[in-house]
DNA sequence: TTTCTATTTAAGTATTTGCTTAAATAATTA
DNA sequence: TAATTATTTAAGCAAATACTTAAATAGAAA
């Protein structure tokens, strides 16, 4: 009774735990940049908006408000994380903001959209 | 100045809009079930643990509490919660227990790890 | 200019998250 | 049996989330 709570295995392996070691420091940048990413879309209404930017191609908070049926802040306030992390971009038409998705991650997230599309493949059962 | 903060966009299409709310009902429990695994991946501490996982086939708690310099408990934590949601299992060896990825979500996630392999392809600059 | 429309921002709040420490289980060994 | 080891669970807490409402900004139309 010495060091309580920790846990040194005899049958441990000291190699793979070292290697296992080198492979998450190598790879420290790409764990954060991901796992950013993956929080961004592991939100629902947040995946849905970057469902219906992919499908539509461009929409404003106004019409996903709409769409979503919550209020447009709260989804403004969704919108402008996208923004902050670079996952969308937006252009001016007189009053109206367009959003659409920024193209360079559309690699990471395209697999989502594909794996929603694969989900549901019995739209009407007739 | 009748109903604010609600806008109602003279210019938009409701015909989009209609379909937009039909394409996102017909695929709620895919949002909902994907943004959840998504949500489990986009903490670092968890991607991590998968993608060890992943590399690994398995490891215990205190392994992995060592390779990543945390508390074995907060470990435990977030091992219990992506086993609650079905996307690691475990066997028991004596007091050991070994963690592994269920198969069924390999899909969902191999193409993090490809990501994160593929992103660190410069590993020793020599 | 004033009013209206589209959007953002700010402040407040309830909920969730991810850790900590301490205690509880449960299997193993002495 | 008691002590040790591996792990989980529980309680507590600071920080982050995601909404709300109200106010601010800014372009368009009257």
Redo the contacts between chains.
Sequence with gaps: MEDL?????E??NPM??NE??K??T??E????????????????VR??IL??LD??RE?????L????GM???AVSQHLRKMKDSNIIEFRKEGQ?IFYSLKTENL??LQ??FN???R??LT?NTA
């Excluded at 709570?5 to 295995?9: D, G, K, P």
């Excluded at 940048?29 to 629902?44: K, P, R, V, Y």
């Excluded at 408000?65 to 979503?68: G, M, N």
């Design positions: 709570n920790t846990c040194i295995r049958k441990a793979q735990i296992c070691r492979k998450v190598a790879n940048e790409s764990f954060t940049q991901l796992s950013g990413i993956l929080a961004l879309a592991g939100n629902e995946l849905k469902y219906l499908q539509e929409l404003c908070p106004c019409d408000s709409d769409i979503l209020s447009i802040p109206t690699k990471v697999p989502f794996i929603i599309n989900m549901n739209p």
